[in-house]
C-alpha cells in the first residue's frame, strides 16, 4: 500500500515559521490533507485538498504539494500550534484507500 | 453544529465481540460517506474503514488488517454508524474515532471525540 513519510519532529520558535513535509511515490498526483491533533484529543483538519482551509481554520496555516513532497506551512506559530500533525491521502488504486502519515510533533520552543 | 457521538466502547477479552456505535447530528448524516479511524496509545492514525452512503450502494471497504473481522453498517433513519469487530486480537486495543468524510478526495471534516477499546485477558 502507498506510504507516507513525514518526520517525527519539528521545533519551531515563536513567530517563526514551521514546515512539515510529507512524502510519498508522486505524491503531488493526489490530494493531500492535513490534520492537527492536541494532547487527549481529536485529530482537526487544518487544510485539505492540498492547500484549501476548513472554516475556522486561520490564514497561517497553508499547504503546498508537488513532485513527492506535500507540505504543511504554518507562519508566525504560537504557543497553541503545539501538537501532532498528520498528512493523508486518498489513493483511489489501492485496496487500503485511505493512508495517514507517520505523524511529525511540532514543538514550540 | 456537526455532532459525532461514539459509543460501546469497552474491556473484551481476545477471540471476543464489541459493537461500536456513532451517532450523527447537524449535518445530512444519510448523504455522507462515514468512516472509523483508530489510533494505539502513543501511536499513528489507522484508517479502520468506511462506509458509503445509499446512493453510492452503501459500499464498503476495510483495512488489511481488519478485513474479514470488522463489518461497517449504518442506519440512516437513526442517524447513526455501527463498527461490528469480531475476533477481536490485543493489537486491536486503540481509541476508534468515527469520521465523516468531507470532500470528493476523501478528506475526514469532522470527528468524534473517540471511544477507547481494551482487547486484554
Known amino acids: 500500500s502507498y506510504v507516507l513519510t513525514q518526520p517525527p519532529s519539528v521545533s519551531v520558535a515563536p513567530g517563526q515559521t514551521a514546515r512539515i513535509t510529507c512524502g510519498g511515490n508522486n505524491i503531488g498526483s493526489k490530494s493531500v490533507h492535513w490534520y492537527q491533533q492536541k494532547p487527549g484529543q481529536a485529530p482537526v483538519l487544518v487544510v485539505y485538498d492540498d492547500s484549501d482551509r476548513p472554516s475556522g481554520i486561520p490564514e497561517r496555516f497553508s499547504g503546498s504539494n508537488s513532485g513527492n513532497t506535500a507540505t504543511l506551512t504554518i507562519s508566525r506559530v504560537e504557543a497553541g500550534d503545539e501538537a501532532d500533525y498528520y498528512c493523508q491521502v486518498w489513493d483511489s488504486s489501492s485496496d487500503h484507500p485511505y493512508v495517514f502519515g507517520t505523524g511529525t510533533k511540532v514543538t514550540v520552543l | 453544529e456537526v455532532q459525532l457521538v461514539e459509543s460501546g466502547g469497552g474491556l473484551v477479552q481476545p477471540g471476543g465481540s464489541l459493537k461500536l456505535s456513532c451517532a450523527a447530528s447537524g449535518f445530512t448524516f444519510s448523504g455522507s460517506a462515514m468512516h472509523w479511524v483508530r489510533q494505539a496509545s502513543g501511536k499513528g492514525l489507522e484508517w479502520v474503514g468506511r462506509?458509503?452512503?445509499?446512493?453510492?450502494?452503501?459500499?464498503?471497504a476495510y483495512a488489511a488488517s481488519v478485513k474479514g473481522r470488522f463489518t461497517i453498517s449504518r442506519d440512516d433513519s437513526k442517524n447513526t454508524a455501527y463498527l461490528q469487530m469480531n475476533s477481536l486480537k490485543t493489537e486491536d486495543t486503540a481509541v476508534y474515532y468515527c469520521?465523516?468524510?468531507?470532500?470528493?478526495?476523501?478528506?475526514?471534516?469532522?470527528w468524534g471525540q473517540g471511544t477507547l477499546v481494551t482487547v486484554s485477558s
Open positions: 462506509i458509503r452512503s445509499k446512493a453510492n450502494s452503501y459500499a464498503t
Open positions: 469520521t465523516r468524510q468531507g470532500g470528493s478526495y476523501g478528506d475526514f471534516d469532522y
